[in-house]
């Protein structure tokens, strides 16, 4: 059996919005005689948009209706409808994200990408999802090591760290090429962003709209940005600077550094030395590139250049967002696609715990994601038990029912997410012991964490398989 589903990658960034279509190829690879396992064998880009400077209204808002002018001429330049679309992901990245109207924009676009698509503005998920678009994850499994990927594009520089094919590290920072623009024919400065003014000036440097500044002025600038980016990899002694340019927390850096790469519109700057036309894109960006490509950067790691650079992060949304649950999975009903349901871990193996230790367990926990005088939905996520007895099964139901009774009261499904290969048993138990009354969605297959969203797609494969996105917005700590 081989079913191809069609996914879109929309990229809405700070300079530039492009889009691709991928055509993914699911398999059952299991033998006739075992239980049907559904795989993601083939991956395939089958269309790349041209890219275009990201409208704007004003400094402040995205042009809304220009965006969605761009995507259906796309759309319509690939011979692909939006009820073509079963999966994907439409992000609006870097200083973009924080436009005022950026939620907005997302909802305008809502009917262009099909019923299963994620729309997300989360610094680690783009910076996963660059990472995997540049082949970040591949290279460090490949190299069995670590491989540190920067995407840099005109608002924000997006870290992710893959080791062995893994994501174990992410950070962000305001270092990107559009963040000093000139006017049109000069090194007038048309726009200077706050954390640049800030940066310049601790080198004796003042920016201002309306001002002209020199080459030289600028390539310190843009040398400090690069030191800044030294500093986060700990090449160099952190400074108070690096927190003022981070947006939220930093590297752990408590992990072996191998490898290096650049995705991002930048990038191509970090590896071509060019020396001429420096502002023919009326920013930094290029003389950001010349500046990281000159930086001890390039020296203590080894260089890794992917195939993918201004790319990658819309070839990461349109390919890499999605998996693929278990083969034995339980739904009551066609509820989907579910979607932004927040996740709630419970330790490993805390499930094959005394029934009324697990439920009181899971009852405290479910406090968290309380809401003024509501419950929210929410999804359980538990390891679940290999090959597990008629027993065992009943338990772990009784418990989570017990657990979940404040939820179960409201019209809202019971979804629980397991790791191991049980959902089938576990759902149809959950379901026989709400006595038929209560929708239940029951997949395996998956891994998350606390912290994470899951959203859920319509089933594939003749109902035996769910598409899946984890959006990772929060890293543990260990």
Known sequence: MREEILSVGIDIGTS?????????????????????????????????????????????EIDGGKVREI??????????????????????????????????????????????VVATAGPDLEAIIAGRGAGADRWSKHQKGTVINLDIGGGTTNI????????????????????IRFQEYSTRIAYAAPKLKLLAAELGIHLE??????????????????????????LRPATPMLSVMLTGKDLKRNYPMDSISFSGGVADYVYAHKQEGFFKYGDIGILLGKAIGESSMMDRFQVYQPSETIRATVVGAGAHTVEISGSTITYTEDLFPLKNIPILKMLLKEEQLQDKDFSERIKQKVKWFGLEREIQQLALAIRGVKNPSFLQVQRIASSIIAGMDSLIEQKLPLVVVVENDMAKVLGQTLHRQLEYKKEVVCIDGVRVDNGDYIDIGRPLANGRVVPVVIKTLVFNAE
């Open 16 to 60: 530039t919005t492009q889009l691709v279509f991928s055509r993914i190829t699911l398999e059952n690879t299991a033998s006739a005689a075992s239980v049907p396992r559904i795989s993601i064998v083939d991956k395939a880009l089958i269309y790349r948009s041209s890219i275009y400077f990201t409208p704007l209204l004003s400094q402040n």
């Open 160 to 179: 992710a760290v893959f080791q062995d094919g893994q994501v174990i590290d992410t950070a962000c920072l305001d270092i990107g090429g559009r963040l």
């Open 209 to 234: 709209e309306g001002m002209e500044i020199s080459f030289e002025e600028l390539e310190k600038v843009t040398g400090r940005m690069a030191g800044i980016l030294e500093e986060v990899l700990g």
């Open 71 to 116: 995507i259906v001429k796309e759309y319509q330049k690939a011979g692909i409808r939006p009820s073509d679309i079963h999966t994907g992901a439409v992000i609006i990245t870097g200083e973009t994200a924080r436009k005022e109207n950026a939620a907005l924009v997302l909802e305008t676009l809502s009917d262009l990408a099909g019923e299963f």
